[in-house]
């Protein structure tokens, strides 16, 4: 099982990441954003915004708040500029989130309807946990490729170079 410290290091880096991410998208036109690429949620800024509800979606799950999610693959934000503004509020969220969280709260059962087909499902808040951070390396790992297509290099994405393990992050 995971514990605490550990999702606390997640929330980090996941805010890390989507910080960098999201100034390289910086440099690019609204309407590259959201060229069909060819990805799983066709482009990057649809990728985006896939990330943002997945952890929305969970942390309703988790804490109640958002109340309700709407359904899945709407964009939710209507470009990127908003959906930048609610991605560093919701990396400011979890990471505050993730301080709160206890041995007792990970090993809890949660059940849930999924969004993605309508099943109900059953497991330990600490695989969910486990889930919306993987979920968001995944995704992101997406989004460095499509970017890197664009001749952009958003740098390093390892752990061990996040600013707080020494003066090599970028």
């Not at 808040?125 to 958003?154: A, P």
Request: proline residues 5%; glycine residues 6%.
């Amino acid at each position: 099982m995971i514990d605490a410290k550990y999702c606390q290091l997640m929330a980090e880096y996941n805010q890390w990441m989507n910080e960098k991410l999201f100034l390289a998208c910086e440099t690019l036109p609204e309407a590259v954003l959201h060229q069909a690429r060819g990805a799983f949620f066709k482009s990057i800024y649809l990728t985006l915004n896939h990330i943002t509800y997945s952890d929305l979606a969970f942390l309703s799950r988790f804490t109640g708040q958002p109340a309700e999610v709407p359904p899945l693959g709407m964009d939710l934000f209507g470009g990127f500029n908003a959906l930048q503004k609610e991605r560093e509020q919701l990396d400011s969220r979890i990471v505050q989130w993730s301080m709160t969280l206890t041995p007792e709260w990970l090993a809890q059962s949660l059940t849930y309807v999924s969004k993605v087909d309508g099943v109900e499902r059953t497991a330990p808040q600490w695989v969910l946990v486990t889930h919306l951070f993987n979920h968001q390396v995944h995704h992101r790992g997406q989004i460095t490729t499509l970017l890197s297509q664009e001749g952009i290099d958003v740098g390093s994405t390892d752990l061990p170079f996040m600013p707080q393990f020494g003066s090599n992050g970028n």
